[in-house]
Structures are given as structure tokens and as C-alpha cells.
DNA sequence: TACATACTTTCACTATAATCGAAATATGGA
DNA sequence: TCCATATTTCGATTATAGTGAAAGTATGTA
């Protein structure tokens, strides 16, 4: 009937509470089996079974088989991005137990956004990064200072290495908790890595909040001028 | 259930083909009444009335009221960009119809995307203007060169009041159609209607559209360099 | 006042889709 | 070969949501 791309089929991939949980679980850009997943969904892994064959045909999802294990993950980062987009422009969530409301609270301190950091951290860090000159903030994306080079490559950070890659260097990623900007792109997904690598930050087991270690919390003020 | 916002609530909002069909025909920006949008969407009044309820009490669509007309909007810009990035990452449509597939090409041709021109038309333009020198690609926006300021000043457009519009400037949008980018932000919405006032283009009925006339033929071409 | 138009609300019908139990399949290990 | 684990397929049940007829409301016109 309609003249215009079939909106209507990826929204309804998107439109069931269970799909979208197993799309919000898979956006910490990690591989999850099935049953992993329809845990965090709350559903027999029968039914998550069922979302995920949709997911995957709606090439929302890709799947690589290993042995018994079905791993499967957002099939590209274009997704994670669409998908973090669109929980800006939805209600917040409903509050409906204390547990659900400290969740909520690890997720919006700290997370990741597929590859790189999010949450209130992720701004903040952000935001320093900008105020030390390290960064220049255009309209949608981020450019790198010469100060900046000096700092990223001292910091331990390959730029070279992370320009050839074929993707976006340094776009503007907008928080849904926060609703400010915060790094994406490469050098993001560069500093994510590098954050891990020096044990600053852990992840928390289930949801894709992130958790900042006493190391961290030194290295982030010290560095970053941010109290975590 | 979830501790992520509720992305399922907005994502049933669209996917509904109906509804989908609703939304698109409110890309082109422009007020719509209830009875246009049940013929564009091929359905009775009073279903439509029922969707459109919907879609405004979910904050997607605005509604003003002016005697026994009710007049519907989509609520925002950025429901408009969410939208089209929507379109992108979707299915292409189906054709099932003579008429369809001419309607298709005549969007993918030319038309508007909520406040400036997108298709063939707004990719081609986008891309003169950059070759020309006059933008200059950044990784998500333009910037307009020296050269530029001056012919978008001589081509009749006021740069200093588009700049004052509390908006992005001009950010790139990518093209469903094409799979490229065009120009968007306020300075698209100021082409799109420096165009109009021109009389190089008009809008084709119950489409979003866009055809140009005999007129716009020759000043895309000596102006822009572009075979239309 | 009477009537037409624009639109919404109510209601009943129908179709679709999510869910899960049960059974089937596939893989790895003992 | 047998069993445990991971996942899918099938089938039945249940809930939900779109649809349009009919009636209701509001606004403008004769």
C-alpha cells in the first residue's frame, strides 16, 4: 500500500516489551546466548528463541554458532546507534521496585553505549575532555586538538591505528539519560578499551552498567578532573 | 520490568502500517486534517480519528484546533530526523502497482523531508554545493566556506537570521533513498525555501513530493550544475 | 432553528501474536 | 552409546489490538 520503506515491520520487531529487552540487553555490544538473554527478558527460552528468529530476520540481530551455544549480538554498530537514538525520544522508564530503581541508577552513572562509554560518566569525561582542550565540540561530532594528540597518545591510545578504521572517528552520541552529548565513534570506542585496560572500570554483571574501581576513581580525578 | 526507557510503547505507535502510513504523509512538515490523512492512509475517518489519537497522546503528533478542522503535525524536528533515520535502516517498499512505482520514483526523485529537500534532487544539490566549494563535508555536517557566504548572500538568503534559529545549522541527513547524505538544519530549510519563493519547485498533491518546474530546470543547471 | 460537515466515541467482531508446555533436534562429554 | 545441556518446533490457549458500523459532539451555514 504505502509508497515509503516498510517502517512498520522493524517497528513491530520493536514494539514487544521482550524484543525490545533482548534489543536494550544486547546493546552493551557484547554476544549473549540465548538463554542468557531470555533470563534478562524474563521469559522461557522457548519464547526469547522465538523473538530472536524474528530479530535476526529483521537483520537486527546477527548469530554465530559455536558448538551448542547460539551467540548472538546487534548486527552493527548503524543498530546500536538507531537504537540509542530512540531511547532518547521514549518515555523514561516506570519505577515499580526499589530494586528496579537502583538499577536504573547504575545504568544512568555509568554504561556502555554498545562500544564506548555512556551515562553520566560518560558525559562528564566527555565534557572534560572538552573543557581541557582536548576536544573541540562541533555541531555532531568531535574534533581532536593538537593538545588533544599529545594527551590521547600519552594516555596510551593508538590514534593512528584507530583512524584507519573504517568507521566514524569521533561523532557526537546523544545520552538518553543525560540528554547531552557524549564521544562515540572510534576514539571512543579507543578509550572504552583503554579504561578496561588499566582497570578503572568493571563491568556489572546482567544489565550493561559499567563500575568505576577505586584505581579508576583516582585515575578519573587525577586525569579527567571528575569525581566518580 | 524493564530498567531501559520504553522504547516497545513508542515502536507499537509506528508499527502499525496505517499509522506508518500517517507518519510518513506528516514528513513533508506541513499541517494535515484528519479526514486527508484517513484517504492518504486508505482508511475510514474514525480510524484514523482512533490512530491519531494515539500518536498524539504518545507525543508524536501535534494537533491545533481551528473551527471544526483539526489540524495534525508531527510534534517536532527531531521526531522528524528520528523518522527519517527510521526509513534508513528499514526495508524498501514493495511494489505492487503501476501507479506505486511511479510514485516512488517521483519521491525518490525529489522531496521533502520535513523542512528541506531530500531524494535525487537534495543529494545532487548537497553534493554540487560541495564540489563548487561552497560546503565543506565534516564527518556529520557541512560547513559553509568563505566562497559560500558569499554566494548564499548573493543567491537571497540571510545567513545571520538562519543562524539566530535556536536549531542545528547544518547537519548532514542521510538520504533513504540514496544511502547518502544531504543537508539539512536550518540552512536546508532556508534552501528549500529560497526554491519555493523562486517558483523552482512545487509540491506534487498527497505526496511529500517535489516537482521541478521548467523555471528551476534552468537554475539548477546554471546555477547548481545539475541536470534535472 | 434546522441541517450539513468534521470529527470522535462506543461497541462488537475478528485476526493476529505472545506465551508456554511438550516434544524434537543438535551438540558435547562421560 | 547414553545422558545432559542448549535450543528449536509444534500446538493450544489467551490476550490484545485494528476495524468499521452506528451514534454522539462540536462547529459552521442556510
Redesign the interface.
Known amino acids: 500500500?504505502?509508497?515509503?520503506?516498510?517502517?512498520?515491520?522493524?517497528?513491530?520487531?520493536?514494539?514487544?516489551?521482550s524484543?525490545?529487552?533482548i534489543?536494550?540487553s544486547l546493546m552493551d555490544g557484547r554476544f549473549h546466548t540465548a538463554s542468557e538473554l531470555a533470563f534478562m527478558a524474563?521469559i522461557k527460552p522457548q519464547t526469547a528463541s522465538f523473538h530472536l528468529a524474528k530479530l535476526v530476520e529483521g537483520n537486527l540481530v546477527k548469530v554465530e554458532k559455536q558448538g551448542r551455544h547460539r551467540y548472538f549480538q546487534l548486527a552493527n554498530v548503524?543498530?546500536a546507534q538507531?537504537?540509542e537514538?530512540?531511547?532518547?525520544?521514549?518515555?523514561?522508564?516506570?519505577v515499580?521496585s526499589l530494586k528496579?530503581s537502583s538499577?536504573?541508577k547504575l545504568?544512568q552513572d555509568a554504561r556502555t553505549c554498545y562500544d564506548h562509554l555512556a551515562g553520566k560518566l560518560g558525559v562528564q569525561l566527555t565534557e572534560s575532555m572538552v573543557s581541557s582542550g582536548y576536544l573541540k565540540k562541533?555541531?555532531?561530532?568531535y574534533t581532536i586538538t593538537p593538545t588533544g594528540q599529545l594527551f590521547f597518545t600519552e594516555f596510551g591510545i593508538d590514534l593512528t591505528a584507530l583512524t584507519r578504521k573504517r568507521r566514524?572517528?569521533?561523532?557526537?552520541c546523544l545520552d538518553?539519560s543525560e540528554r547531552r552529548h557524549h564521544l562515540a565513534g572510534a576514539l571512543g570506542q579507543g578509550l572504552l578499551t583503554r579504561f578496561f585496560d588499566l582497570a578503572w572500570i568493571t563491568r556489572v554483571p546482567s544489565?550493561r552498567a559499567i563500575k568505576v574501581t577505586e584505581k579508576g576513581r583516582q585515575g578519573f580525578k587525577q586525569i579527567f578532573h571528575i569525581d566518580v
Open positions: 500500500m504505502s509508497i515509503n520503506p516498510n517502517m512498520a515491520e522493524v517497528a513491530s520487531l520493536l514494539s514487544e516489551a524484543r525490545a529487552t534489543l536494550a524474563a548503524e543498530i538507531f537504537l537514538a530512540f531511547l532518547t525520544i521514549s518515555p523514561p522508564p516506570e515499580r528496579q538499577q536504573i545504568l562541533e555541531e555532531q561530532q566514524s572517528f569521533s561523532h557526537a538518553w544489565i
